[in-house]
T-cell receptor, first 114, second 114 residues
């Protein structure tokens, strides 16, 4: 079974600074997909970024980028130029290629401080 | 308008009552999912449906049932609600033609069982 671990229950960052959220996973599959979702106080689950395991290039979406280390089974999220609206819970999630099931980590609560 | 909608957004009910949570989507996706979110546990899959005639149990289906009335509608029922079913419930959809099978979430329903 796959597991996803987010080792930082809470983090804070000053506005305009950069922060990195950690995520590690365990799987025996060779092809899979990884995601970061954001859940602001409104509780909506919003897709932030996604990565295919067989792609070497790290995904980037505006101020959000990932550092995908397949051998280390690590998938960290970097938020640059942090904004107050980035305050949210962030969930890392995994799914095997051809699978239906998303496995989520327990989340990291990020607070952006003015 | 939101692509994935859930009704009601909040519900308080009593132990033993039957309750239905509804999900509708305009994304045209074949796949639909129901998750529950508990504090500190992330999201866990209750049921999923790949099309109107294909419904499957997820990780935590006991105490729940579902109905896929149409491609766009997927309902979750609690036949006899109990307090430990108090949680945040999410509906999600995905498109099997999406290489990453990315799941998109509705706004959630907060259910409280007294």
């Amino acid at each position: 079974a796959q597991t996803v671990t987010q080792s930082q229950p809470e983090m804070s960052v000053q506005e305009a600074e950069t922060v990195t959220l950690s995520c590690t996973y365990d799987t025996s599959e060779n092809n899979y997909y990884l995601f970061w979702y954001k859940q602001p106080p409104s509780r909506q689950m919003i897709l932030v970024i996604r990565q295919e395991a067989y792609k070497q290039q790290n995904a980037t979406e505006n101020r959000f980028s990932v550092n995908f280390q397949k051998a280390a089974k690590s998938f960290s999220l970097k938020i640059s130029d942090s904004q107050l609206g980035d305050t949210a819970m962030y969930f890392c999630a995994f799914t095997g290629a051809g699978s239906y099931q998303l496995t989520f980590g327990k989340g990291t609560k990020l607070s952006v401080i003015p | 308008d939101a692509d994935v909608t859930q009704t009601p957004r909040n519900r308080i009910t009593k132990t033993g009552k039957r309750i239905m949570l509804e999900c509708s989507q305009t994304k045209g996706h074949d796949r639909m999912y129901w998750y529950r979110q508990d504090p500190g546990l992330g999201l866990r899959l209750i049921y999923y449906s790949f099309d109107v005639k294909d419904i499957n149990k997820g990780e935590i289906s006991d105490g729940y049932s579902v109905s896929r009335q149409a491609q766009a509608k997927f309902s979750l029922s609690l036949e006899s609600a109990i307090p430990n079913q108090t949680a945040l419930y999410f509906c999600a959809t995905s498109d099997p033609l999406d290489a990453l099978d990315t799941q998109y979430f509705g706004p959630g329903t907060r259910l409280t069982v007294l």
